[in-house]
């Protein structure tokens, strides 16, 4: 590896686990969400949620590149495609820009409208169990950062797969 993907790397793990950077080190993007902070007027006039994906493998050590992530609504065997794109060296696809409801679904109690979309993440790569994310919610003027940690084919007894993550929780808005 050379010491431009390893910098890279660390300080995507620093961005993941919020530990402040040294004052040689960056603050981080614009549009990125920092606890304690309000979002960017960027952010919250986007009308779409935001998805990235990380991809890794081996407890989440080695970034894996060239993975497949493809971005769908409905069932695994039949999906509506929504969007996909490959991995790139540190493991991490383009930010996917998706359709998700108004923010004021989540300002008035009991409506029992939803106030984010659920999609589902497929990743596949070589030598690599299939991971399959369902029910991720994406909120409109919100970056969600999904991570994926792949399973060697020969740790899985050679079965491709998928593996179901159910990633919704209960949302008390």
């Given at each position: 590896m050379d010491n431009e993907l390893i910098e890279k790397y660390k300080k995507e793990l620093m961005r993941m686990h919020?530990?402040?950077?040294?004052?040689?080190?960056?603050?981080?993007?614009?549009?990125?969400?920092?606890e304690g902070t309000p979002y960017e007027k960027q952010d919250s006039a986007d009308q779409n949620g935001r998805l990235t994906v990380m991809v890794t493998a081996i407890s989440s050590l080695y970034p894996v590149e060239k993975a497949k992530v493809t971005v769908f609504t409905g069932d695994y065997m039949m999906p509506n495609i929504i969007d996909t794109d490959f991995t790139d060296n540190s493991g991490k696809t383009k930010t996917f820009?998706?359709?998700?409801?108004?923010?004021?679904?989540?300002?008035?109690?009991?409506?029992?409208?939803?106030?984010?979309?659920?999609?589902n993440v497929l990743v596949e790569a070589d030598g690599y169990a299939d991971n399959l994310h369902i029910n991720l919610p994406i909120f409109r003027g919100v970056t969600s950062l999904q991570r994926s940690n792949l399973t060697p084919l020969a740790s899985f007894g050679g079965n491709k797969g998928p593996i179901v993550f159910n990633e919704l929780s209960n949302f008390n808005l």
């Open positions: 919020r530990i402040k950077p040294t004052a040689a080190e960056p603050e981080g993007q614009q549009g990125e969400y920092r820009s998706i359709p998700a409801p108004t923010r004021e679904l989540s300002m008035e109690p009991d409506t029992g409208a939803q106030p984010y979309t659920l999609y």
